[in-house]
T-cell receptor, first 115, second 109 residues
Framework: DTGVSQDPRHKITKRGQNVTFRCDPI?????LYWYRQTLGQGPEFLTY????????KSRLLSDRFSAERPKGSFSTLEIQRTEQGDSAMYLC?????????????FGPGTRLTVT | RKEVEQDPGPFNVPEGATVAFNCTYS??????FFWYRQDCRKEPKLLMS???SGNEDGRFTAQLNRASQYISLLIRDSKLSDSATYLC??????????FGTGTRLKVLA
């Protein structure tokens, strides 16, 4: 059984550059979530997909952020014109969403450092 | 008031001790509740879901009190390996998962 995977695990970029992260959810999970976590805080919701449809975006997600989930499988999160405040751990989670199975399973995260 | 509140700790306890954490939530429409464990610089891992009737998994017991809007986690016979941050998570809809800031536990030899 492969869990949620994320790539890359670490990314160091210079301010102003664009970065893209990938998430591969657990194969039978139709729900996919992106979160951002900074030191000492819990994960903060960014966006949610059910299959290929992006159903919700947080106000935290500025217009520099975009996410896609083509074909309802893997997802990508792109940050354009990165800023130092974007430095954080970006976590992807998936859930099956059937019945009352709201349990989320997280990937290992992508740690972004903007210099 | 935060939607989900936890005491950040740290809770420093000796091996073998029993320790309990509480977490309060503000949205009375919340439907599902979870405890996650997070080790330093790692992803959160699901520890247990919390059911209305309470549930137990080995040394871990979770309780839900809807009237007072809090959930609890009890760890018995603490092990060094239990040292981690414990995140309370409240689900108030399909995508709306609210995480607490976590409670740090340090189990001391």
């Amino acid at each position: 059984d492969t869990g949620v995977s994320q790539d890359p695990r670490h990314k160091i970029t210079k301010r102003g550059q664009n970065v893209t992260f990938r998430c591969d959810p657990i194969s039978e999970h139709n729900r996919l979530y992106w979160y951002r976590q900074t030191l000492g805080q819990g994960p903060e919701f960014l966006t949610y997909f059910q299959n290929e449809a992006q159903l919700e975006k947080s106000r935290l997600l500025s217009d520099r952020f975009s996410a896609e989930r083509p074909k309802g499988s893997f997802s990508t999160l792109e940050i354009q014109r990165t800023e130092q405040g974007d430095s954080a751990m970006y976590l992807c989670a998936s859930s099956i969403g059937a019945g009352h199975s709201y349990e989320q399973y997280f990937g290992p995260g992508t740690r972004l450092t903007v210099t | 008031r935060k939607e989900v509140e936890q005491d950040p700790g740290p809770f420093n306890v000796p091996e073998g001790a029993t320790v309990a954490f509480n977490c309060t939530y503000s949205n009375s429409a919340s439907q599902s509740f979870f405890w996650y464990r997070q080790d330093c610089r790692k992803e959160p891992k699901l520890l247990m879901s919390v059911y209305s009737s309470g549930n137990e998994d080995g040394r871990f017991t979770a309780q839900l009190n809807r009237a007072s809007q809090y959930i609890s986690l009890l760890i018995r016979d603490s092990k060094l390996s239990d040292s981690a941050t414990y995140l309370c998570v409240v689900n108030a809809g399909t995508y709306k998962y609210i995480f607490g800031t976590g409670t740090r536990l340090k189990v001391l030899a």
